[in-house]
Nanobody, 126 residues
């Protein structure tokens, strides 16, 4: 599967952005999906993971209540709605997919993601 993320940009603190991740090649329903981010000088971290078959979602603590993952099966697209953005949300955001089949959501539990899209920059000004 090929993944293409878009929707990043520059926004003021408190604003919103919606990121999109379009998958081509296979249905997103075949994968565990996730949005990750990497800020300058920091390691890449999981923002939200979604296991479609298990019906489970896991959000990083700092984004709970502000970010929401969703999907459009017809468009084979995963979205990340980001509200109440903070300067500390500034990072390059990546979408990724895993062939893993099971109940886990977090990649650390099943060996990581298999496919990555190019990142999209999100910058939140104070």
């Amino acid at each position: 599967v090929q993944l293409r993320a878009s929707g990043g940009g520059l926004v003021q603190a408190g604003g919103s952005l919606r990121l999109s991740c379009v998958a081509s090649g296979r249905s997103i329903r075949d994968y565990v999906m996730g949005w990750f981010r990497q800020a300058p000088g920091k390691e890449r971290e999981l923002v939200v993971g979604f296991n479609w078959s298990a019906g489970r979602t896991s959000y990083e603590d700092s984004v709970k209540g502000r970010f929401t993952i969703s999907r459009d099966n017809a468009k084979n697209t995963v979205y990340l709605q980001m509200n109440s953005l903070k300067p500390e949300d500034t990072a390059v955001y990546y979408c990724a997919a895993s062939n893993y089949f099971g109940d886990y959501v977090c990649p650390s539990n099943f060996g990581g993601m298999d496919y990555w899209g190019k990142g999209t920059q999100v910058t939140v000004s104070s």
